[in-house]
């Protein structure tokens, strides 16, 4: 059970319990709405009957604790999946509603996000209709929220500066795509995070309720951009009588036409999640956001400027991983057990950066990615081993006795020599062909898989080094090698490289999330913000996977 709301009520004077009844009664149709809608719990009063506004003393207690039982149970997500018309119906409802968070003696996380969620939408429900398309000023908000928060000063505390410096990136944002790979909705993510009792300060609240306004604002600004964008590049490549489009980044065909896109594009809607997960909800418009992509460059195509890095064509050929020659050699040791020390070259992308991947160095090393290490032991006339020859990892008598070869093989992640072919493939295309300026995201093409990376994945191939760096290559490298999996199994129903890339995402993502949460600590926001995109973006991925495994 959540923590009381209002009053202590086993000590509560029959005043109280009478105001506290007011308020509650005034918020109950929301509760019960949600109490419905999602199944949570019976309510004190059938779907219909008038709830009373004096009952005794006992009754009062009884269904106050209910209310709170309730704010225990119900998660921000719900909230966000009412109908307007139930959470917006009157006022004085949803005023009641946050205010009953407020008073909360001891308030959770899962509160702090609710009352950041409500108060831009009573912003959103009281404010006049002229403000919606103007400059909205901290008085402003303050009068508005006014009935909620009681006076509060309209300056913007210390803490909370960051904030108007994202918004002034926000509007130079023209695409959805800027904003949501640029990592400011992060920074602002993170500034509530790390404030702890001081997001409480009214004056917090309403610098918060503004900036969350003006985000969800430019929000669908953007949304509307793309949009037409997408219209506009359809017309484009009609009117220059192109009737097919390689679409497959948006998950479309190769050979898609330009009037059932021109459907789609006008009757898209966003797909809202249940969970309302920052993955699934940027998922809902990745599709579209890879459309205008795909459209943008078939455009770029026909003027013969800035297309992608690599093009499906005859003349490119596709990548293959091709193995990096791998030499094994045993340490001298007088036990049979005793593992080979393992070598990797030295790749082009390390000779010509002097930069390291961060991948296979040592038996403990790859013991730490999962990767097999427990190799046989081989004589001094044998050729060094390929990563296609070598040995799968060792199992039990038992296990071993069980399972089948191929069984194995597809339960081993992927070997070290084919995460570091990726990685150079990918490295050898960026700086073959440089980011249009202007452009957050570049694709890179893998065995006729496109891949998109971030503008911050691009610079720490081709510019940065250091363990920032470092990380992020390896989540490109994981997601890549994935999304190459996926394809493969999606064409020809080969399974074992999908199982393979997944065993190895999976202990990736263990790894990120632990250096992001590094990163915080050490209060370095860049890092932590680029590095949880990247890893939530490798984690939508293996949802994706998980789908098409058998």
Request: proline letters at 5%; a negative charge; hydrophobic letters at 40%.
């Given at each position: ?66 209310f ?83 006076v ?40 509530k ?47 220059a ?12 065909s ?25 993955s ?78 961060g ?120 997601r ?39 990163a ?5 926001t ?5 590095l949880?995109?990247?890893?939530k ?10 789908k098409?495994?058998?």
């Amino acid at each position: 059970m959540s923590s009381r709301t209002t009053l202590p009520l086993d000590s509560a004077t029959p005043t109280d319990l009478t105001t506290a009844w007011a308020e509650a009664r005034r918020a109950y149709p929301i509760y019960a709405a949600l109490a419905r809608q999602f199944e949570i719990s019976a309510t004190p009063y059938a779907e219909g009957e008038a709830v009373p506004e004096e009952i005794g003393p006992a009754v009062v207690e009884r269904n106050l604790r209910w209310f709170d039982e309730m704010d225990g149970l119900v998660k921000v997500f719900q909230i966000r999946q009412l109908p307007p018309a139930t959470l917006n119906a009157k006022e004085e409802g949803l005023r009641a509603f946050i205010q009953r968070h407020l008073k909360k003696s001891q308030k959770t996380t899962s509160d702090r996000d609710k009352i950041d969620f409500l108060l831009v939408q009573y912003f959103a429900l009281c404010a006049p209709e002229s403000l919606y398309h103007n400059e909205i000023s901290l008085a402003d908000v303050s009068r508005v929220l006014e009935p909620v928060l009681g006076v509060a000063a309209a300056t913007i505390p210390d803490w909370c500066a960051t904030l108007e410096t994202t918004l002034g990136l926000v509007r130079d944002c023209r695409s959805l795509r800027d904003l949501l790979e640029s990592g400011k909705l992060e920074q602002g993510r993170l500034v509530k995070e790390s404030s702890g009792d001081l997001f409480y300060d009214p004056a917090a609240l309403v610098t918060l309720a503004r900036f969350n306004f003006l985000v969800r604002r430019a929000f669908i600004r953007l949304l509307h951009a793309d949009q037409e964008a997408v219209l506009k590049a359809l017309s484009d490549l009609d009117q220059a009588g192109v009737r097919t489009v390689d679409c497959r980044r948006a998950g479309f065909s190769a050979a898609e036409t330009t009037a059932g896109l021109r459907l789609f594009a006008e009757n898209w809607r966003p797909l809202y999640h249940k969970d309302y997960s920052e993955s699934a909800v940027g998922r809902s418009f990745e599709q579209l956001l890879a459309l205008r992509a795909d459209l943008e460059d078939g455009v770029a195509k026909l003027r013969g400027v800035g297309s992608a890095p690599a093009t499906e064509s005859s003349e490119t050929p596709a990548l293959a991983f091709e193995p990096v020659t791998r030499t094994q050699t045993r340490e001298a040791s007088s036990s049979s057990s005793a593992l080979p020390r393992i070598e990797v070259e030295q790749t082009g992308y390390q000779r010509k950066t002097g930069q390291d991947s961060g991948y296979v160095k040592s038996e403990e090393s790859l013991a730490q990615l999962g990767a097999p290490v427990d190799l046989p032991a081989k004589s001094s006339d044998e050729k060094p081993v390929s990563v296609t020859e070598a040995a799968p990892a060792a199992q039990s008598p038992s296990a071993a006795s069980k399972a089948p070869a191929a069984s194995a093989a597809e339960a081993q992640p992927p070997a070290s020599s084919d995460m570091e072919s990726c990685l150079e493939t990918i490295w050898e295309q960026l700086i073959a062909t440089p980011p249009a300026r202007g452009r957050s995201m570049s694709t890179v093409t893998l065995k006729n898989t496109k891949v998109l990376l971030s503008s911050w994945e691009v610079t720490a191939f081709v510019d940065k080094a250091g363990q920032e760096s470092e990380d992020l290559r390896r989540a490109v490298v994981a997601r890549a090698m994935l999304a190459v999996a996926m394809d493969s199994r999606k064409q020809s129903g080969e399974a074992a490289s999908l199982q393979s890339a997944l065993v190895q995402a999976r202990a990736e993502v263990s790894y990120f999330q632990t250096q992001v949460e590094k990163a915080k600590q050490a209060k370095n926001t860049e890092a932590a913000v680029n590095l949880g995109i990247s890893t939530k973006r490798l984690l939508s991925f293996i949802e994706e996977a998980d789908k098409l495994s058998p």
